[in-house]
């Protein structure tokens, strides 16, 4: 009898918090790591929302709250989204849970049995796939190319959509590609679900980022389209478009209230409620009209950012990068750089079982970080099925410009450096088992 329980095998992780210990080798050499791994804003949270939550702390409201969230916090929550996606979504269909990641597991636990096919994007969140194969599900990703900006229509989901499918996962803005779906694709895509699926059909609708959009562009979901109210589940959270990584505010609104009620007794069995406090400073969030301006202030820098980092690394021999639409991510592809450092080769030379555990991409960025202090992510820390000979890395530019600038400097310096990746190479390879690509 093993230790360890099978399942676990099939669970993933997100790398960009599994990278931690190689930033930390590196910063125990010296070395001055320049961090485009994390996805979180470089803002802190607003002083107004801080001092609401020290407010209820100092008043002693600190105890067990009701599973679901505090009423005020839902009732915030429902009139946030009847505001912006023009349904009615009352309190009752409100979960609050510790950040906008768990309804992904809630969500698959509750809604999808084990040989169920579930669609997700790929490129996307990682702990989608993680998800889709802990719980025995057939994963079925659907593939984003980039001279599309990594939008999708419902030709693309049509060939994938069948009797077993039972989950559909959208992300819009998106992690890591920065893609938006339009409004005439999201009626486009609930169009085809409202034709082809069945009629107990989920989607999950990853909207965190929905403050976070460039050139005038306003959100859009799929929720507000005739036909999916009652069949989405909406998530988002606080962690992002407020700058409150931390707090781990995040909800979820089900198409009923029985359905919310399952999201609420997972909460009770894992984690009993969100702390009061928190939440009470997430209702000030969407109320109190001081935050608009912090919000436009924060999503005013990260497009400057955008709109200096894109041409940078186009200027980057052997980068070629989109102009994200949304989020604060851009995803270049670096095949080209790949080539020309012969990456490729030296990936072909790696024994069977190190290529299975990396990529050419996955080798880049390890060069990138370990020689020149610049961390990455690479192509398949987003959905590694099918992702074979895609070759992208994903910066956050949730960093000051200070740093965006020396970052893509070095990663400049590093596509000229083709000698020093070979002896980076030869390096690991001497350390024989304990080389980054044993």
């Given at each position: 009898?093993?230790?360890?329980?099978?399942?676990?095998?099939?669970?993933?992780?997100?790398?960009?918090?599994?990278?931690?210990?190689?930033?930390?080798?590196?910063?125990?050499?010296?070395?001055?790591?320049?961090?485009?791994?994390?996805?979180?804003?470089?803002?802190r949270s607003a002083p107004h929302l801080n001092r609401v939550a020290s407010?209820?702390?100092?008043?002693?409201?600190?105890?067990?709250?009701?599973?679901?969230?505090?009423?005020?916090?839902?009732?915030?929550?429902?009139?946030?989204?009847?505001?912006?996606?023009?349904?009615?979504?009352?309190?009752?269909?409100?979960?609050?849970?510790?950040?906008?990641?768990?309804?992904?597991?809630?969500?698959?636990?509750?809604?999808?049995?084990?040989?169920?096919?579930?669609?997700?994007?790929?490129?996307?969140?990682?702990?989608?796939?993680?998800?889709?194969?802990?719980?025995?599900?057939?994963?079925?990703?659907?593939?984003?190319?980039?001279?599309?900006?990594?939008?999708?229509?419902?030709?693309?989901?049509?060939?994938?959509?069948?009797?077993?499918?039972?989950?559909?996962?959208?992300?819009?803005?998106?992690?890591?590609?920065?893609?938006?779906?339009?409004?005439?694709?999201?009626?486009?895509?609930?169009?085809?679900?409202?034709?082809?699926?069945?009629?107990?059909?989920?989607?999950?609708?990853?909207?965190?980022?929905?403050?976070?959009?460039?050139?005038?562009?306003?959100?859009?979901?799929?929720?507000?389209?005739?036909?999916?109210?009652e069949r989405t589940v909406l998530a988002s959270g606080h962690s992002?478009?407020?700058?409150?990584?931390?707090?781990?505010?995040?909800?979820?609104?089900?198409?009923?209230?029985?359905?919310?009620?399952?999201?609420?007794?997972?909460?009770?069995?894992?984690?009993?409620?969100?702390?009061?406090?928190?939440?009470?400073?997430?209702?000030?969030?969407?109320?109190?009209?001081?935050?608009?301006?912090?919000?436009?202030?924060?999503?005013?820098?990260?497009?400057?950012?955008?709109?200096?980092?894109?041409?940078?690394?186009?200027?980057?021999?052997?980068?070629?990068?989109?102009?994200?639409?949304?989020?604060?991510?851009?995803?270049?592809?670096?095949?080209?750089?790949?080539?020309?450092?012969?990456?490729?080769?030296?990936?072909?030379?790696?024994?069977?079982?190190?290529?299975?555990?990396?990529?050419?991409?996955?080798?880049?960025?390890?060069?990138?970080?370990?020689?020149?202090?610049?961390?990455?992510?690479?192509?398949?820390?987003?959905?590694?099925?099918?992702?074979?000979?895609?070759?992208?890395?994903?910066?956050?530019?949730?960093?000051?410009?200070?740093?965006?600038?020396?970052?893509?400097?070095?990663?400049?310096?590093?596509?000229?450096?083709?000698?020093?990746?070979?002896?980076?190479?030869?390096?690991?390879?001497?350390?024989?088992?304990?080389?980054?690509?044993?």
């Amino acid at each position: 009898m093993a230790v360890i329980a099978r399942r676990i095998s099939h669970l993933g992780t997100e790398n960009a918090f599994k990278l931690g210990d190689d930033i930390q080798r590196c910063l125990d050499r010296g070395m001055d790591v320049i961090r485009f791994n994390l996805g979180a804003p470089d803002f802190r949270s607003a002083p107004h929302l801080n001092r609401v939550a020290s407010d209820a702390l100092d008043a002693g409201r600190s105890g067990y709250c009701d599973p679901a969230g505090i009423l005020p916090f839902r009732q915030a929550i429902a009139a946030h989204v009847t505001r912006t996606r023009g349904v009615e979504a009352g309190p009752d269909r409100v979960v609050v849970t510790p950040g906008a990641k768990p309804p992904i597991g809630y969500t698959l636990q509750t809604y999808v049995d084990e040989g169920d096919e579930v669609i997700y994007p790929s490129p996307g969140f990682p702990i989608y796939e993680s998800w889709v194969r802990f719980v025995g599900a057939v994963p079925v990703p659907l593939h984003l190319s980039d001279d599309r900006d990594f939008a999708f229509n419902a030709d693309d989901l049509s060939t994938l959509i069948t009797e077993r499918t039972k989950l559909i996962i959208l992300c819009s803005p998106s992690n890591p590609t920065g893609g938006v779906l339009s409004r005439d694709e999201l009626a486009g895509i609930a169009a085809l679900i409202r034709e082809r699926c069945r009629p107990d059909i989920r989607i999950y609708s990853d909207e965190i980022y929905e403050q976070i959009l460039f050139d005038g562009l306003e959100h859009e979901s799929i929720v507000s389209h005739p036909g999916m109210e009652e069949r989405t589940v909406l998530a988002s959270g606080h962690s992002k478009g407020f700058a409150m990584t931390g707090w781990r505010l995040g909800w979820a609104v089900l198409p009923t209230a029985e359905e919310a009620a399952v999201f609420k007794r997972i909460n009770i069995n894992i984690m009993s409620c969100v702390p009061p406090f928190l939440q009470e400073a997430g209702v000030a969030a969407y109320e109190d009209p001081a935050s608009a301006g912090v919000v436009r202030a924060m999503v005013d820098e990260f497009e400057r950012r955008r709109d200096w980092i894109v041409p940078a690394l186009n200027a980057v021999p052997g980068v070629r990068c989109r102009t994200p639409k949304g989020a604060f991510y851009v995803f270049p592809d670096v095949s080209r750089m790949c080539e020309s450092l012969g990456v490729g080769e030296a990936y072909a030379a790696l024994p069977a079982g190190a290529r299975s555990r990396t990529t050419p991409a996955g080798m880049l960025q390890m060069f990138l970080l370990y020689r020149y202090g610049v961390a990455t992510m690479d192509r398949a820390s987003f959905g590694r099925i099918g992702a074979e000979g895609q070759d992208f890395l994903r910066l956050s530019i949730a960093n000051s410009m200070d740093d965006i600038r020396r970052g893509v400097a070095r990663i400049g310096a590093a596509a000229e450096d083709a000698a020093g990746f070979a002896g980076f190479v030869a390096e690991e390879a001497a350390r024989g088992d304990e080389g980054l690509f044993a």
